[in-house]
């Protein structure tokens, strides 16, 4: 009787019931290993605060103050964002820099799509074709390229060379004002390489079986392409679309180098950046360089942002 007043054991934990000490273990064991990420990822985070966000901040507030970069600022409010309502050479190079963007990125998109049908088709070295486009994505914006640029465009250049020989007499082109900004749209269309491959893996994903369909329903090439490619490639469009208007936005070197930091003749290459980098530093206004640096940021946000509202309508995810 007293046994079965006694209490009785209580069952043992299961084995795979952490106890008090493994709890305690396991949690420092956590701890260290996110002492650990973040220890890796301090260099980005020193990287983001001194080099992007400090710098972005900085701009921010010597936008508001009259600032030559060598003395003192002072506090000017939104002076410096109303002046350049009345600055002829920044609507100049507004003007330039739209015309850049809406010209050069559709023509570099259609290029790189019709290569990558192209090579879509299984030709024979692929890789090697792939290389050799991509190439001028990655020097296209090197200063070595636009010297070049500027070799072969210029009076004596290798245009007019092979103009000469069909005896047509060619002009100085990136130092006539009808044409300068015409060669920096051709280099920028030149650098089709990066949306080019972002298209041939869009088209390997496109089943087959939707041409075989539509060729079994007597559709041809032109019909499959409006019909098939070109919907079920809208958001790879779309993304291109999105990175190469940011880019070119914020085109300089090319224009730096063609025109000899001037601007071109007549002002006709003078980029939004190119004027914004006279300001700041060939001016040292850098209080206004750094008020037309926001406003460049403004206007790129608000393409990107009416680009991401007018997807919904134009856009195919397959939903």
Do not use: C
Request: glycine content about 10%.
């Amino acid at each position: 009787m007293s046994a079965l007043l006694q209490k009785k054991a209580p069952p043992p934990a299961p084995p795979d019931t952490p106890g008090p000490r493994s709890k305690r273990a396991k949690g420092r064991r956590k701890n260290r290993e996110t002492l650990t990420a973040y220890g890796f990822l301090t260099p980005w985070f020193l990287g983001l605060f001194f080099i992007t966000a400090g710098p972005l901040l900085a701009s921010l507030y010597f936008s508001f103050t009259d600032y030559s970069l060598i003395g003192s600022h002072q506090w000017v409010g939104l002076e410096n964002y109303q002046r350049m309502f009345g600055d002829e050479r920044l609507h100049s190079a507004l003007r330039v820099t739209f015309v850049y963007v809406f010209v050069s990125v559709p023509l570099q998109l259609a290029l790189a799509l019709a290569l990558a049908m192209v090579l879509d088709r299984g030709v024979r070295g692929l890789p090697l074709y792939r290389s050799v486009y991509y190439l001028p994505s990655l020097l296209g914006g090197s200063v070595a390229i636009a010297i070049l640029w500027r070799q072969i465009f210029g009076a004596e250049g290798l245009i007019n060379q092979v103009l000469g020989f069909f005896g047509v007499e060619g002009v100085g082109w990136v130092s006539h004002p009808d044409y300068a900004l015409g060669t920096l749209v051709v280099l920028n269309v030149w650098t089709f390489g990066a949306p080019m491959v972002i298209f041939l893996a869009g088209l390997r994903q496109v089943p087959t079986m939707y041409y075989e369909a539509a060729s079994v329903d007597g559709a041809g090439p032109v019909s499959k392409f409006w019909n098939i490619t070109v919907p079920l490639l809208t958001p790879i469009i779309f993304f291109n679309l999105v990175l190469q208007i940011i880019n070119a936005f914020q085109t300089f070197t090319q224009a730096f180098i063609v025109s000899g930091g001037t601007g071109g003749p007549s002002d006709s290459t003078l980029f939004y950046t190119l004027y914004l980098y006279q300001r700041g530093f060939g001016a040292f206004d850098m209080g206004y360089a750094s008020a037309m640096a926001w406003l460049l940021l403004m206007i790129i946000g608000g393409f990107t942002a009416v680009n991401f509202l007018a997807s919904k309508y134009w856009v195919f995810y397959g939903d």
